[in-house]
């Protein structure tokens, strides 16, 4: 997608072009900026103007939004599901042991490289660790990942977790809001810190089970390792988590799977409602 369009209504007009780019458009000033030096950026009725231009009902408006990227990852021929996928963006269903990138690894952008074409932009929203299941946006042009990344944590871009937590957690529901920091000298490791960054996690317990809980959580904030972090710091870090945990003979990864992602898609407005079932290797856990 190189370009927007916009038809102004009675309602708009009277109002300026700067204006119906920021508030119609939702465009960042990075894209205006962007637009504002191209000859063919900003176009009002094919004509080029600025954006103190005065608009009038009936007017197009028609903005360059950015030039057609790369996606410099190495194609991989490896399977992939796609919940959802239009010109704007795409919902993976993504596997254990994948990661986002990663040269010489199984990762989603060479899958992506591969399934789209290297002339296809690629631009992860919601990162999962290799080691989480589930569900992940993909935008595939920058103005669709600078809407998206403006709605997370927010109702319009509202994501649901399951986990199995080692012990009986209470109570229940419950909200854990604990400060999150990088550990130093650690690596990726992060810690709950009053010195870092808020974090909030709500959960609801479904089901408990031979010591375990299986959970539902929501993330309220967008901390690297958060749910992980979050349900250690309370004594009850997933099960299979080498990190923050103990290594589990039944999982070999967290268990840990994205299920349940409710969008506005930031184009057309459309609601989606997508849901990524319980995968094989957390399910036989549970079941045992």
Do not use: C
Request: negative net charge; without cysteine.
């Amino acid at each position: 997608m190189e370009r927007l369009e916009l038809t102004v209504t009675p309602a708009l007009a009277g109002r300026t072009v700067g204006s119906l780019m920021r508030r119609e458009l939702a465009m960042s000033e990075g894209l205006i900026s962007s637009a504002k030096f191209r000859p063919d950026g900003i176009l009002l009725g094919g004509r080029q103007v600025r954006v103190t231009e005065i608009v009038a009902a009936g007017d197009v408006l028609s903005v360059h939004i950015g030039d057609r990227g790369r996606n410099e990852a190495s194609p991989l021929d490896l399977p992939l599901t796609l919940l959802y996928e239009d010109d704007a963006l795409a919902v993976a269903d993504k596997p254990a042991g994948i990661g986002v990138y990663g040269e010489g690894t199984p990762n989603i952008a060479g899958i992506m490289a591969h399934k789209w074409g290297v002339d296809t932009e690629f631009h992860p929203v919601n990162r999962l660790d290799v080691g989480t299941t589930g569900i992940m946006v993909i935008a595939r042009d920058g103005y669709t990942h600078d809407r998206l990344r403006r709605m997370l944590h927010t109702e319009d871009f509202r994501r649901e977790y399951l986990a199995v937590a080692e012990g009986i957690v209470s109570p229940e529901p419950g909200t854990i809001d604990l400060p999150i920091s990088r550990e130093p000298a650690e690596g990726t490791r992060r810690t709950v810190d009053p010195r870092g960054l808020p974090s909030r996690t709500e959960y609801t317990v479904l089901d408990v089970r031979g010591g375990r809980t299986l959970l539902r959580l929501r993330l309220l904030t967008g901390r690297t390792h958060q749910i992980r972090v979050h349900m250690a710091a309370i004594g009850h870090p997933l099960t299979g988590d080498p990190l923050y945990g103990v290594r589990d003979p039944d999982i070999h990864r967290p268990a840990l799977h994205s299920h349940h992602l409710v969008l506005r898609h930031p184009i057309s407005g459309d609601i989606l409602d997508l849901t990524s079932p319980l995968p094989p290797d957390m399910a036989a856990l549970w079941e045992k």
